[in-house]
């Protein structure tokens, strides 16, 4: 009876757990990676880091678009005294006293390909003299000017900004899609800990409840003499070992469930998170050198290398501009009229015309100019080597990752055939050390086969969909529905 009593005591802890898990929600693996990429701070800083993107984006095509701006100046009062040349050819001083009021309308256009801006503008200012004989209102304005203004042979940003630009916004695009997968691939890593944790705990408790029930059969038969006291000792070492395993296991829980609550942005109370062990796997196969066109097609990196690249040449271009003649021409044309009355200077308008070339020569500068040439050069010839030892590096990563799926496929369907075996072995084990058929060290070693073979599984389960993620992340391309990564 009292074997029996003990017996039953842990098949009912054993009982009493399951149940507990069956009260509490089940995750699956999917629904646990969807809370983590709606809510986590991971996903939130995915966002913004989206977001912050798509609005530099949105600067640059703001730029590129026609310009209209307001511009004027408040009354602007002076009262001062300044130096005057009379008739007579002697200095003196007169005070001067006046209030100016000016007005504004302009609208530009950049051109990228030549790299110059073109405008038309219109304005109109008023100065009221507030001193002596000088005291009155006069006006001015430019009812209409048109002009532009031209470098030659300089350095066109504009040109670059509009190869670089479009590439920095895709390259933010495609790394929020590589965020969230990473964010899958992290969210695995916590799952499996939590998974494995719990699945430690199960065989720690049921291990504990079979090692009760043994030592009290082993204590009977020690007392007849039937076994030795070195087979009861060990026994014995058995049931305090489970039991540390036990607490051990219920602390990794603990650990690992606050991890991945805080990863996912729960509430950290004491609520249990249930998991479900993703036994089925995903049926689809990868070709190596497809899955490296598809990450060449989809990946940010890719991307990436071309805009180091251009960047490249952009600095080197700059160099070699700025060590040359560079001109500026500026030149308008447009109308001016003056009057003590506002709407006089309308009438009549005079033509305005304006043209202004502007040089700059490099004479003696030390070997500035040179060795910024000699700089740009060298960084791009650095950045073309980096950009190819990369791109070799990350196609041998992809062909190396993808070779491990299938490896870690095999390996899931070889352990799950061990773990049912294990769990034969020992179930047999078990029964014939009842009947004294088997010593207590063979009753452990089944044991230990057991628990490796359970273990192996769930590592050999975590491996395989920790790989997957992965691949997910260094493609961008959905194998299993043949599709390309896409997150709203």
Request: include cysteine; aromatic fraction near 10%.
């Amino acid at each position: 009876m009292k074997v029996l009593h003990t017996c039953l005591s842990g098949i009912l802890l054993a009982l009493f757990y399951a149940s507990c898990l069956q009260a509490q929600q089940v995750y699956t693996l999917e629904q646990v990676i969807a809370l983590a990429r709606q809510q986590s701070v991971k996903a939130l800083q995915a966002k913004n880091r989206k977001e912050t993107g798509y609005w530099a984006y949105r600067v640059y095509l703001a730029e590129q678009r026609p310009q209209l701006s307001l511009s004027g100046t408040l009354p602007d009062y002076n009262r001062s005294i300044l130096t005057n040349r009379n008739d007579d050819g002697s200095i003196g001083f007169i005070p001067v006293s006046n209030l100016n009021t000016d007005i504004g309308l302009r609208i530009s256009q950049k051109i990228g390909w030549t790299g110059g801006e073109v405008f038309l503008n219109s304005s109109l200012a008023r100065l009221e003299n507030l001193s002596g004989n000088f005291a009155g209102v006069q006006y001015s304005s430019v009812p209409l000017r048109i002009g532009f203004e031209q470098p030659l042979f300089g350095f066109n940003a504009l040109k670059w900004d509009k190869k670089i630009e479009p590439l920095k916004y895709e390259e933010s695009t495609k790394k929020f899609h590589e965020d969230l997968e990473s964010i899958a691939s992290e969210s695995t890593d916590l799952f499996f800990n939590l998974l494995i944790a719990r699945a430690n705990l199960e065989i720690a408790l049921t291990n504990k409840a079979k090692h009760d029930t043994l030592f009290q059969i082993a204590q009977q038969r020690f007392e007849l003499g039937t076994l030795s006291e070195n087979d009861l000792l060990q026994l014995n070492l058995q049931v305090i070992n489970a039991s540390q395993d036990a607490n051990q296991a219920k602390l990794d829980i603990e650990l690992s469930q606050l991890k991945l609550k805080s990863f996912l942005g729960m509430n950290t109370n004491f609520e249990d998170i249930i998991l479900e062990i993703p036994y089925s796997l995903p049926d689809f196969s990868v070709n190596p050198l497809l899955a490296i066109e598809k990450a060449k097609e989809h990946r940010q990196a890719f991307i990436s290398f071309q805009r180091q690249k251009l960047e490249a040449q952009r600095d080197l271009a700059e160099a070699q501009k700025n060590s040359k003649l560079n001109l500026n021409i500026f030149g308008s044309f447009g109308f001016t009229q003056s009057a003590d009355r506002f709407l006089d200077t309308y009438l009549n308008p005079q033509n305005q015309q304006v043209l202004q070339i502007g040089f700059q020569i490099p004479v003696i500068d030390w070997g500035k100019q040179k060795a910024g040439v000699k700089t740009a050069t060298a960084n791009q010839e650095l950045v073309l080597n980096q950009v190819e030892i990369e791109k070799t590096t990350f196609e041998q990563e992809i062909f190396l990752y993808v070779k491990q799926l299938e490896l870690f496929r095999e390996k899931v369907i070889f352990s799950k055939q061990l773990d049912e075996i294990a769990q034969k072995r020992y179930a047999i084990a078990y029964q014939r050390f009842l009947i004294s058929k088997i010593s207590v060290t063979d009753l452990n070693i089944a044991l230990s086969e057991k628990d490796t073979a359970k273990q192996s599984y769930l590592n050999a389960l975590y491996k395989f969909w920790q790989s997957y993620f992965l691949i997910r992340k260094l493609t961008l391309f959905d194998f299993e529905k043949n599709i390309p990564i896409t997150h709203p």
